[in-house]
């Protein structure tokens, strides 16, 4: 029966110990210089936010009481996600205007845009000649299904994101 048994002198065993020693010394160094010498690269969202570029393209939201029913957004719409419908306004009613004026001569019976469809390449909001479809930059619209992505911006719920995104900036901290 032979038995093999590795043997290693003196100076080898020195020599892996320091080896050892330096290279986890070496790595530990380069480790704790990106823990205290460099800037974080990550954020402690969402109480901390980054600030978005003015002309970031977020949330689509159509500000409906401005809102002339041309339907220029959606033929613009490279992805035909954006459906409207309307009536015109019966004779004899009082004929609305918008904020800049423009006379609301149609009633606008649907306004929905699929956001699970849609590219966010802003043309639609570049044609509207009311700019009451715009960008908003709220970016906190995760849904469970696709189907909960398909907004109707004639439904109360819809409406009432007014106040929070249009015209607003987002309060952001340093
Ligand atoms: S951003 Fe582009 S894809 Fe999205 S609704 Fe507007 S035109 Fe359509
Ligand atoms: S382009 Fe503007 S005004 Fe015309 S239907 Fe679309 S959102 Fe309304």
Redesign the pocket.
Known sequence: MSTNVETVSVKEYFHSLYEGVTSTVKGMWITFKYVWGHKAVSIEYPEVREVLPANARMRLF?DVDN????????IACPVDCIY?SSVPRPAGQEVPKTDDGTPMRQVLTQYVIDTALCCYCGL?TT????E??THSNDYEFAQYTLGDMKYDYLSPEVIAWKPRIVGKEPVYRK
């Not at 809102?67 to 959606?74: K, P, T």
């Open positions: 159509n809102c002339i029913s041309c339907n220029m957004c959606a409207i639609c044609v509207c000649p009311t009451s479809l």
